[in-house]
């Protein structure tokens, strides 16, 4: 066991600096560098003063250098300032990161509540009306733009109806209620978690039926109906604990590609979580804090997926981690 | 049956059973031949589809104008064509590059094995557990010119196209790659493998004469069913403005401009949008019709 972590753990460090310095090289390849920044700011600045500043800053030193540099800092705990907000960059991304994942959390519980049951439910019945029905629905869930979802839900819910806030994040003021601020969360919630949970259920769904269809071939499931065991106790009790242990592996797979519905469905209702943050901070050029919060986001995503996976050797004898390796 | 059939009939029957794939074809072939034929249809009907005309905004359909007008007047008609143009060629471009860069990683990680097999493996999982989104709007970002593209280029249309392109081919390759590697994995025991090896051919020549060509089927399904994720990508990225640059048009960037108008104009924001929804769609049940008629299996499922 330790072992294992001790490999895994290993990995995700592997991972985190070739990120960090895919990503670093990125950035430096964005439109500006700070200094031009500090240019633009004072127009009294002369180009004296910008190569005295670009030395300064190390700007001027090769790629490689200035990676490193930055390296050094981050792992003596300084991770810098955000150059738009003037706060240190962790200050401004830990909220943020807890909005995301509250946003990110709900939608997936939510799908995976609807979802696995409802892959069940067609996997039980293959190619009857209900399978077919839950097929399209799925198909419609992986096929819809998430950005264009938004819009529809804030144009019919928001504009039309008015029943929901269009965007943003409940604020309570002091003194408001327990219930009430609960009350006004789910309000300010509603429109994201469901885009998020819409787009994600349809894969979590097929998903779960392809595994049932799988397991319901096996030949104990046979046994078990042979042996006279009601066709609730085979799905439920036979089949579903069975293909839980894939879905659950793809599942994990997934946390990736919530994050990234996460930015547009946080960017279309102005959800104050971490994809806005990161977006908002490319389209400021605000280096550092892109950086970051991307960083951020790749090593919440890598434990996600450990998390899920020790989750499975829990769940799944079979499942053994030392002979994986 | 008393007849033998060729296994191309064979597939194609099966794929014919699969009614939503039928039609999904049919559609995106329409869509495909209206795209490419929009400049015919524009000079047909008399309507230059880029010329602006702000006494005639927002309106509704007319004979004119069969879907009305945009908030500049241009007819909207042409200019979803346009857009469906401009989407499904880069995507369809992005997807066969994809397809390539695939099928190369896992026809090597698969035939080689080993060490080499686990590293590209490990970098195929590690991507697709990566948060792509925003690795890629980075990526869409960049300053062509720091990487000593000249400016003129930089600065072209066509670069920003070129740009998605490769965007794409980056993205799509993953799902590509794990299913080519499987099913190398079992054309490299089969006899006609071990007979071309035990002839002396290379593995060059074994993985791209033998090897690919028999796994020709699962490449088609994989690039098809990666289509619709990518043009849902190539979407988004246009709709935040890093993809498709205007005044080409897009349907992830007619909806940019669609999103302020929600309350004066919602048509404005439904029929893009409607026709990434089908096409992606289609593409899906294209590349699960395929699945099906491709997979022995499925004659089993029946």
């Not at chain 2, 033998?210 to 246009?238: D, F, R």
Request: glycine fraction near 8%.
């Amino acid at each position: 066991m330790s072992r294992y972590l001790a490999s895994r753990a290993v990995e995700i460090v592997i991972t985190l600096v070739v990120m960090s310095f895919v990503v670093y090289l990125l950035i430096g390849l964005m439109p500006g560098d700070p200094i031009d920044m500090m240019i633009s700011g004072n127009p009294k600045m002369t180009s004296e003063d910008a190569k005295r500043l670009r030395a300064l800053y190390g700007v001027d030193r090769p790629l490689i250098e200035r990676y490193l540099a930055w390296a050094h800092q981050v792992l003596t705990g300084n991770f810098g300032y955000s150059r738009s907000l003037n706060r240190p960059v962790l200050a401004v991304l830990w909220p943020r990161l807890l909005n995301t994942f509250e946003l990110a959390g709900f939608a997936f519980l939510i799908s995976s509540a609807i979802a696995l049951p409802l892959g069940v439910w067609a996997a039980a019945r293959p190619r009857s009306r209900a399978d077919y029905l839950i097929n399209l629905f799925c198909f419609a869930g992986i096929s819809t733009p998430t950005f264009w979802l938004a819009m529809l839900l804030i144009s019919l819910f928001a504009v039309k109806l008015g029943w929901l806030p269009a965007g943003g994040m409940a604020n309570p003021r002091v003194g408001t209620s327990f219930l009430a601020a609960v009350g006004q969360n789910v309000r300010f919630a509603a429109l994201p978690v469901a885009t998020l949970a819409l787009v994600q259920l349809g894969v979590y769904a097929r998903f779960m039926r392809g595994a049932m269809i799988e397991v319901l071939r096996q030949d104990y499931v046979r046994t078990a109906r042979a042996k006279g065991a009601s066709e609730r106790r085979v799905l439920l009790g036979h089949a579903f604990a069975n293909a839980l242990a894939p879905v659950l592996t793809i599942l994990a797979l997934s946390f990736g590609s919530l994050f990234s519905g996460a930015m547009i469905t946080e960017t279309m209702f102005a959800w104050p979580g971490m994809g806005a943050m990161i977006y908002q901070a490319i389209q400021t050029n605000d280096f550092n804090l892109a950086l970051v919060g991307l960083l951020l986001a790749t090593f919440s995503t890598i434990v996600g997926n450990l998390l899920a996976d020790l989750a499975l050797v829990a769940v799944d004898p079979r499942v053994s981690i030392v002979d994986r390796r | 049956m008393s007849v033998a059939t060729s296994p191309t009939r064979l597939v194609w029957r099966r794929f014919l059973r699969h009614r939503l794939a039928e039609a999904s074809l049919v559609f995106l072939a329409v869509l495909l031949a209206l795209s490419l034929a929009a400049p015919l249809i524009a000079q047909l009907r008399g309507i230059d589809p880029s010329m602006t005309d702000l006494y005639h905004r927002l309106e509704g359909p007319s004979a004119r104008n069969w879907l009305g007008t945009d908030d500049l007047g241009r007819d909207l008609f042409q200019r979803l064509l346009d857009g469906g143009r401009v989407s499904l060629l880069v995507v369809l471009a992005g997807a066969i590059l994809s397809a390539i860069l695939g099928a190369a990683i896992g026809v090597v990680a698969g035939y080689l094995g080993g060490r080499l097999d686990g590293v590209l493996m490990r970098i195929t999982d590690g991507v697709i557990a990566l948060p792509l989104l925003p690795l890629l709007i980075v990526l869409a970002a960049i300053d062509p010119r720091k990487l000593g593209i000249p400016a003129e280029l930089a600065q072209s249309e066509t670069f920003s196209l070129y740009r998605i392109v490769v965007i794409v081919a980056l993205t799509g390759w993953t799902t590509v790659a794990r299913l080519v590697r499987a099913e190398t994995l079992s054309l490299k025991a089969r006899d006609f493998t071990r007979a071309a090896r035990a002839l002396g051919a290379r593995p060059g020549r074994i993985m791209f004469r033998h090897i690919l060509p028999n796994a020709a089927g699962s490449l088609v399904v994989a690039t098809t069913m990666s289509v619709g994720g990518l043009i849902l990508l190539e979407s988004t990225l246009s709709f935040l403005g890093l993809g498709t640059q205007p005044p080409a048009a897009s349907w992830g960037n007619m909806l940019t401009g669609a999103q302020e108008l929600l309350q004066e104009a919602p048509l404005l924001a439904l029929w893009p949008g409607l026709l990434i929804f089908l096409t992606v769609i289609a593409f899906n049940f294209l590349g699960d019709g395929l699945q099906d008629a491709l997979d022995p299996r499925s004659e089993r499922r029946q």
